[in-house]
């Protein structure tokens, strides 16, 4: 079954201790970015990559790293996480970044006290 | 960045009724694509549109992409209970990305 895969799907914690976010694809996807959707503010992209090791910044990248050394893998760090990224993050994949659908992964809650 | 506006950004519709969604953009996009994403769930791709002027059906959903490619509607008739949800618009800009609106939450009135 083609699937975008996150994972945890409910995070707690605290502020500035590092955590990741993984996000894993099987439909051998060259385009994978992520998104944070916060009430009345839709989905934000915060980092896309093109394909292995081409990564660039969305429009809220600040707070967040990615890597993206192999064609499935797309986690999402945050190195030292503060309140304000309280939020619903999503991993999506895409055979290209515009010209076909995007699949999304079932999302993670992260919740930064 | 570049966005998408959609307007409204929330609806209460009647079980039964018709409503439309839109989108605009100020620039021309490339092509346009629709998702819906239920309560608690994610985003669903519904349809992509890439001509001027071009028109999609998917049953009682009918999608329109305006002649300059600046706007785009979604338009559902006889609302069902399983219409609920947010329904977001994203343009794809010259740039090769997306940029999703802020959605339409639509809340159906049994």
């Known amino acids: 079954e083609a699937q975008v895969t996150q994972n945890p799907r409910y995070l707690i914690t605290v502020t500035g201790k590092k955590l990741t976010v993984t996000c894993s694809q099987n439909m051998n996807h060259e385009y994978m970015s992520w998104y944070r959707q916060d009430p009345g503010l839709g989905l934000r992209q915060i980092y896309y990559?093109?394909?292995?090791?081409?990564?660039d910044k969305g429009d809220v990248p600040e707070g967040y790293k990615v890597s993206r050394k192999e064609k499935r893998n797309f986690p999402l760090i945050l190195e030292s996480p503060s309140p304000n990224q309280t939020s619903l993050y999503f991993c999506?994949?895409?055979?290209?970044?515009?010209?076909?659908?995007?699949?999304f992964g079932q999302g993670t809650r992260l919740t930064v006290v | 960045g570049q966005q998408v506006m959609q307007i409204p950004q929330y609806q209460h519709v009647q079980e039964g009724e018709d409503f439309t969604t839109y989108c605009n953009s100020s620039?021309?996009?490339?092509?346009i694509q629709w998702y819906k994403q239920r309560p608690g769930g994610h985003p669903v791709f519904l349809i992509q549109?890439?001509?001027?002027?071009e028109v999609k059906k998917q049953k009682r959903l009918t999608f329109q992409f305006g002649e300059a490619k600046k706007n785009s509607s979604l338009h559902i008739t006889a609302t069902q209970t399983t219409d609920v949800g947010t329904y977001f618009c994203a343009g794809v800009y010259g740039n090769n990305r997306l940029a999703f609106g802020k959605g339409n939450q639509v809340v159906v009135i049994p």
């Open positions: 549109l890439v001509k001027s002027g």
């Open positions: 620039t021309t996009l490339s092509n």
């Open positions: 990559s093109m394909n292995v090791e081409v990564t």
């Open positions: 999506a994949s895409s055979r290209d970044p515009t010209n076909t659908e995007a699949f």
